[in-house]
């Protein structure tokens, strides 16, 4: 679990007046102004977001420390963090994805099975996504399959049946 | 144009087969098919299917709003990772 969860982009400037179109990733993407502080990858620096309105491909936003157009197309491709202790607790059977990717993956009988690549939501339930060395294996992220998600230990324990692999 | 109602939704044989297999023994296991086409029945609901995509089969858990769509639908072929941010999953 890392301490940085990548929430947004700038993809530059917009307007004159020193504001920034910002490409949002979060599920609703006004919310990255709620995860703020901001930083940059390296954490050296640090942004207050203020959402001015929503443009094409993004949002515009002012973020403190850019004031001019030519600070904010300097900006361009810069990737925004937020904190994770930003990120509001969930109830018991719900997990950030962040949280999920990159937990060790064993079997009942605790034989390694690999990793949690990324999480999926293709409309029929989510999917954990796990990478090891015999390839990929897709598991539906359910009570039955997945019986404990131990984000301390950070590992998950997945049963799976024949037809799984 | 839709399908005349009077042929009833299609379903590949075998999909059926295997699900009533599956439902018969009562283990909850990932039922394997290729047929992206076969209409999603009510007989399958609770059950998951295993969908191929070309590459691999993707675990589709049918539930009740999912009734009357093909199972294609749920089985994308094309990968697409994004960022992770703020997106949750929920056990069931």
Redesign the interface.
């Known amino acids: 679990m890392s301490d940085l969860?990548?929430?947004?982009a700038i993809s530059g400037a917009f307007g004159v007046r020193g504001e920034v179109r910002l490409k949002s990733?979060?599920?609703d993407p006004t919310?990255i102004a709620d995860?703020a502080p901001l930083f940059t990858e390296d954490g050296k620096r640090r942004f207050d977001v203020t959402i001015t309105r929503p443009v094409a491909n993004g949002l515009a936003a002012h973020l403190t420390g850019i004031a001019t157009k030519e600070e904010a197309d300097a900006m361009k491709g810069t990737r925004l963090f937020a904190e994770r202790a930003q990120?509001p607790d969930?109830p018991d059977?719900?997990?950030?994805?962040?949280d999920?990717?990159g937990l060790l993956v064993l079997d009942t009988g605790g034989v390694e099975l690999g990793r949690v690549r990324?999480?999926?939501?293709?409309?029929?339930?989510?999917?954990l996504d796990i990478m090891g060395p015999k390839g990929?294996t897709?598991?539906?992220?359910?009570?039955?399959a997945?019986p404990t998600?131990d984000l301390t230990a950070g590992r998950v324990i997945v049963d799976l049946?024949?037809?799984?692999a | 144009m839709a399908r005349s109602v009077w042929k009833g939704p299609f379903v590949d044989s075998y999909v059926l087969k295997k699900a009533e297999k599956s439902r018969e023994s009562g283990r909850n296991e990932v039922i394997k098919i290729w047929s992206r086409r076969s209409t999603i029945l009510p007989q399958f609901v609770g059950l998951t299917f295993g969908v191929y995509n070309g590459k691999k089969h993707i675990p589709v858990n049918v539930t009740e709003d999912m009734i009357g769509q093909k199972f294609g639908e749920y089985s994308p072929t094309r990968t697409y990772y994004g960022h992770a941010a703020d997106k949750k999953a929920k056990r069931k």
């Not at chain 1, 059977?93 to 962040?98: K, Q, V």
């Not at chain 1, 990324?118 to 999917?127: K, T």
């Not at chain 1, 897709?138 to 039955?144: A, D, E, G, K």
């Open positions: 969860i990548c929430v947004g990733f979060t599920s919310a995860y990120m969930l059977d719900e997990f950030y994805h962040a999920l990717i990324a999480v999926h939501d293709h409309g029929a339930g989510d999917i990929e897709l598991v539906p992220f359910t009570r039955h997945v998600v049946t024949e037809d799984d």
